[in-house]
């Protein structure tokens, strides 16, 4: 069975401060894809980044950067300077190889105090 | 841009209603989902479709019923509503042929409905 874990359910920073995300998920697959979205106050699910299994690559896009680690099965997801409008809940996502599902984690509210 | 658009931000409707959640894209795409999203819970897959006409159960269909008879709209059927189908709806699109690949579902601003 799959599973994603983001085990901090709320996270609390003053803007400027560097903040990340943690996505640990579970699969026995070797071909997989994860994700990450970020929901504002407004409700949109905003698609952020994909990254396959086959491809361990750090991404980084701007004040955002991603690290995944096949070893310890984690996807992490860091907010360099953050800043209000990051303020958001955060999703991450894990879909199967040959399959139409993503599974969720339950979200970190994030919250940017200015 | 793709665009998924969901035909009400908020609904209010009585116990016993036939309710109907409509959702249109507009980028060609294969797959529609719809998804409920409860505190607590997170986001939890309702139905999906994978091309039209055809439809398939996701993680809790009781309740719940859909309809895709064109290939942009995907609508959602709450049969005979009740009050623990009070929740925030949101339809998502993705360009998965066959469900391979890591194209990414695009999902709509939600429906927020209230059942009373």
């Known amino acids: 069975a799959q599973k994603v874990t983001q085990a901090q359910t709320e996270i609390s920073v003053v803007e400027k401060e560097d903040v990340t995300l943690d996505c640990v998920y579970e699969?026995?697959?070797?071909?997989?894809?994860l994700f990450w979205y970020k929901q504002p106050p407004s409700g949109e699910l905003v698609f952020l980044i994909r990254?396959?299994?086959?491809?361990?690559q750090n991404e980084i896009s701007g004040r955002y950067s991603w690290n995944f680690q096949k070893s310890t099965s984690s996807f992490n997801f860091t907010i360099t300077a953050s800043q209000v409008v990051d303020s958001a809940v955060y999703f991450c996502?894990?879909?199967?190889?040959?399959?139409?599902?993503?599974?969720f984690g339950k979200g970190t509210l994030l919250t940017v105090n200015p | 841009d793709v665009k998924v658009t969901q035909s009400s931000r908020y609904l209010v409707k009585r116990t016993g209603e036939k309710v109907f959640l409509e959702c249109v894209q507009d980028?060609?795409?294969?797959?529609m989902f719809w998804y409920r999203q409860d505190p607590g819970l997170g986001l939890r897959l309702i139905y999906f479709?994978?091309?039209?006409?055809?439809?398939e159960k996701g993680d809790i269909p009781e309740g719940y019923s859909v309809s895709r008879e064109k290939k942009e709209r995907f609508s959602l059927i709450l049969e005979s509503a009740s009050t623990n189908q009070t929740s925030m709806y949101l339809c998502?699109?993705?360009?998965?042929?066959?469900?391979?690949?890591?194209?990414?579902?695009?999902f709509g601003d939600g429906t927020r409905l209230s059942i009373l």
């Open positions: 998502a699109s993705s360009l998965m042929k066959g469900g391979r690949g890591n194209q990414p579902q695009h």
């Open positions: 699969t026995r697959d070797t071909t997989y894809y």
């Open positions: 990254r396959n299994s086959f491809d361990e």
């Open positions: 996502a894990l879909k199967r190889g040959s399959n139409y599902k993503l599974t």
């Open positions: 980028m060609d795409h294969e797959n």
């Open positions: 479709s994978y091309d039209v006409k055809m439809k």
